[in-house]
């Protein structure tokens, strides 16, 4: 089952734990539940050590949606609102690091070797010396994580935003680039129920439902942010 102490051996891998903490924060959101603040608070600060040790893009997506969302509503409702708003701030500065490392992993512009195609792919594993980029549908966890925080002023402040606007920019287009659409669709035998999908990776035509979820969610969360820094524009 799902548990929060340390010490516990039916502890759920570390991602599941997450995205079962992101759903409860916005459970927490919505109910305003005072029992679940502690329970919640332990869990994330034990997957943001998690993540500090040895940071996990799979991860990183949902304690993002925690933290960037629903961070500063718990801290504020938590039994000692002073160590938690240490512990946020911590957490804050932390993400926003890897915001920087993720977005370094990114392919800008046409490579030496492989298709333009790749360009907004993030390079997540390490492949051999020499070789030409190979960004795969995963690259949908690091433009949601980047997407989550762009509206989130203490994570990515207002006068900083374009970078991570243009990088979350260029990883929908990479999405894109996976998607099947009509034009691209022609050695298909049956297209209607194709379209729409996110290929495993540009070379690779399978379809799975890991991920079209993700890139639904990723390109959902982008949007949204977008809408979101619009409106704050608007005098």
Aim: charged letters at 15%; aromatic letters at 6%; proline letters at 9%.
């Amino acid at each position: 089952g799902y548990r929060v102490t340390a010490d516990n051996d039916q502890r759920l891998p570390r991602t599941t734990a997450a995205v079962i903490t992101a759903a409860l924060t916005a459970w927490y959101a919505q109910t305003r539940d005072a029992n679940r603040i502690e329970p919640l608070w332990a869990v994330l600060r034990d997957l943001m050590q998690v993540n500090t040790d040895d940071p996990r893009v799979t991860d990183l997506v949902w304690v993002s949606h925690s933290v960037s969302k629903h961070g500063k509503l718990l801290a504020d409702n938590h039994p000692d609102p002073q160590a938690a708003q240490k512990d946020l701030a911590n957490w804050q500065k932390a993400l926003a690091q890897n915001i920087t490392l993720v977005s370094e992993q990114q392919v800008r512009g046409k490579p030496v070797l492989g298709p333009s195609d790749v360009t907004g792919g993030f390079i997540l594993q390490t492949a051999p010396p020499g070789s030409p980029p190979n960004p795969t549908w995963e690259s949908a966890m690091p433009l949601a994580f980047i997407s989550i925080a762009l509206t989130n002023h203490d994570i990515i402040p207002p006068d900083r935003v374009f970078g991570p606007l243009l990088t979350a920019g260029l990883g929908a287009r990479f999405l894109g680039q996976l998607m099947i659409t009509q034009p691209s669709a022609y050695y298909l035998r049956d297209i209607e129920p194709a379209l729409g999908g996110i290929r495993k990776t540009l070379w690779d035509n399978t379809l799975y439902p890991d991920c079209s979820s993700m890139a639904l969610i990723a390109l959902t969360e982008l949007l949204q942010s977008m809408r979101t820094l619009e409106a704050q524009q608007q005098p």
